[in-house]
């Protein structure tokens, strides 16, 4: 038996440890080189581990959740020439299968059950009693009482024995004052089914935080803990901005993506940023010094199956809006997919977050660290709005954007949040 110790290799740039996210396979499985052995989580991104020879797994080292350093040993296998062998062992025990040949003779002993025909006969006779114990509402009681046809049919159907109640009426007629009084009180209504609002749950069900959603919690509560927010809030006519992407989608070549308006968020922010440079970059508490980038990459939050993800368009100042759209559509479709690219995943120096339809009125969206400003997005919708002295109905759209305190001026998150609504409010000026 020759065991092969597979230890966890170097999987990107400065990672020295990953988490183990999902297995694979299981202690005994038999596995061929390149198969799929291990889900690892870095700082950086998910990443799948192959088998890397043949063999049959001895042991895993590290259960879901459990950190494992980079070179330690993450899963055992038997790879030696024994393991042809173990079709031998298997053969043994198939020779040794001649000896339970003994049982085989066993069919004949369904025989015995033949008498069971008479069974049936028997379980009748059990059936037959039980629909005799089983009446809801006795008919001698049900009888015996004074109750209109009206009452006598609620409490038929209510499943509740009359017998049991007294009667207010003259001579204890019973009423449906005296249903509604019984069914308030202590009473039991017989046979009824339970309400779904009266049957009470008690179950505790306990979630592991792992993988992505435990890089999330650390990284929403550094975020939150390190960076004092200031949130601003404000609504956009987009009429206009509706009517050019409109225009632009209708006619637009098969080659081209269809426009939504987060590209046109995204060609605007990149217009402006040079004129709000403290809001685009980073600042790293621990050398206190602000990194501010020339180049706008734009983080895109996006929802997937694993969780919270934020893919990046890179170098969107240089981009016109057909690319800005179309590597959006890429980079947010690799995200759900799972296929993102390192690069891809890393990088950004301001992130729009945006829930589409859902996206409600307001939100107190949380910096993504080490960034310094977030944006969010929420659906545009018709409102009646007063313009030159006439209620008009115009498409509104709310924004909800959040600033670190520390580097950013609560009159300079402002100015931005303005710039942008001019730019969206007259989209000609995006394109000038």
């Given at each position: 038996m020759a065991n092969y110790e597979f230890?966890?290799?170097?999987?990107?740039?400065?990672?020295?440890?990953?988490?183990?996210?999902?297995?694979?396979?299981?202690?005994?499985?038999t596995v061929s080189e390149d198969d799929p052995v291990v889900d690892v989580m870095t700082d950086k991104a998910t990443v799948t581990i192959p088998s890397p020879t043949d063999g049959v797994v001895v042991?895993?080292?590290?259960?879901?959740?459990?950190?494992?350093?980079?070179?330690?040993?993450?899963?055992?296998?038997?790879?030696?020439s024994e393991g042809t062998s173990t079709p031998k062992s298997m053969e043994d025990v198939s020779d040794e299968q001649p000896k339970p040949e003994p049982p085989k003779p066993e069919p004949p002993k369904p025989e015995p059950p033949k008498p069971e025909p008479p069974k049936p006969e028997k379980a009748p006779a059990k059936l037959t009693p039980a629909p005799q114990t089983a009446p809801v509402i006795p008919k001698s009681s049900i009888g015996s009482v004074l109750a209109s046809p009206a009452v006598r049919?609620?409490?038929?159907?209510?499943?509740?024995?009359?017998?049991?109640?007294?009667?207010?009426g003259p001579a204890g007629r019973i009423r449906h004052a005296d249903i509604d009084a019984f069914v308030a009180g202590s009473g039991t209504v017989m046979g009824a089914p339970p309400s779904a609002y009266s049957m009470k749950r008690s179950a505790v069900n306990e979630v592991k935080i792992v993988g992505?959603?435990?890089?999330?919690?650390?990284?929403?509560?550094?975020?939150?803990?390190?960076?004092?927010?200031?949130?601003?809030?404000?609504?956009?006519?987009?009429?206009?901005?509706?009517?050019?992407?409109?225009?632009?989608?209708?006619?637009r070549s098969e080659d081209l993506p269809k426009l939504t308006y987060l590209p046109f968020i995204m060609m605007a922010l990149a217009k402006i940023m040079p004129e709000h440079p403290e809001c685009n970059g980073h600042f790293y508490d621990g050398d206190g010094v602000v990194h501010r980038h020339e180049a706008v990459h734009l983080g895109i939050a996006t929802q997937t199956d694993r969780g919270l993800y934020v893919p990046v368009v890179k170098n969107v100042e240089a981009m016109d809006i057909w690319q800005a759209a179309s590597d959006l559509i890429r980079v947010s479709g690799?995200?759900?997919?799972?296929?993102?690219?390192?690069?891809?995943?890393?990088?950004?120096?301001?992130?729009i977050t945006s829930l589409g339809r859902d996206g409600g009125l307001g939100a107190t969206p949380i910096i993504?660290?080490?960034?310094?400003?977030?944006?969010?997005?929420?659906?545009?919708?018709?409102?009646?709005?007063?313009?030159?002295?006439?209620?008009?109905?115009?498409?509104?759209?709310?924004?909800?954007?959040?600033?670190?305190?520390?580097?950013?001026?609560?009159?300079?998150?402002?100015?931005?949040?303005?710039?942008?609504?001019?730019?969206?409010?007259?989209?000609?000026?995006?394109?000038?």
């Open positions: 230890k966890l290799p170097d999987i990107g740039e400065g990672v020295v440890e990953g988490e183990v996210v999902s297995w694979h396979v299981s202690v005994g499985d042991s895993l080292n590290g259960e879901v959740g459990d950190m494992i350093a980079v070179g330690s040993v993450l899963i055992e296998f038997d790879t030696g049919r609620r409490a038929r159907e209510s499943g509740i024995d009359l017998g049991l109640l007294n009667g207010s992505l959603r435990r890089k999330i919690s650390e990284q929403m509560v550094k975020s939150a803990f390190s960076i004092p927010h200031f949130s601003y809030f404000e609504e956009v006519d987009v009429t206009e901005l509706e009517a050019l992407r409109q225009a632009l989608n209708s006619s690799d995200a759900r997919a799972g296929t993102s690219s390192l690069d891809d995943l890393t990088g950004s120096t301001f992130t993504n660290h080490p960034e310094m400003a977030i944006l969010g997005v929420h659906k545009a919708r018709e409102m009646p709005v007063v313009m030159n002295g006439q209620i008009v109905v115009r498409r509104i759209m709310n924004l909800s954007s959040s600033f670190d305190h520390r580097v950013i001026d609560g009159a300079d998150g402002a100015r931005l949040v303005q710039h942008l609504k001019r730019m969206l409010e007259h989209p000609a000026m995006i394109f000038m």
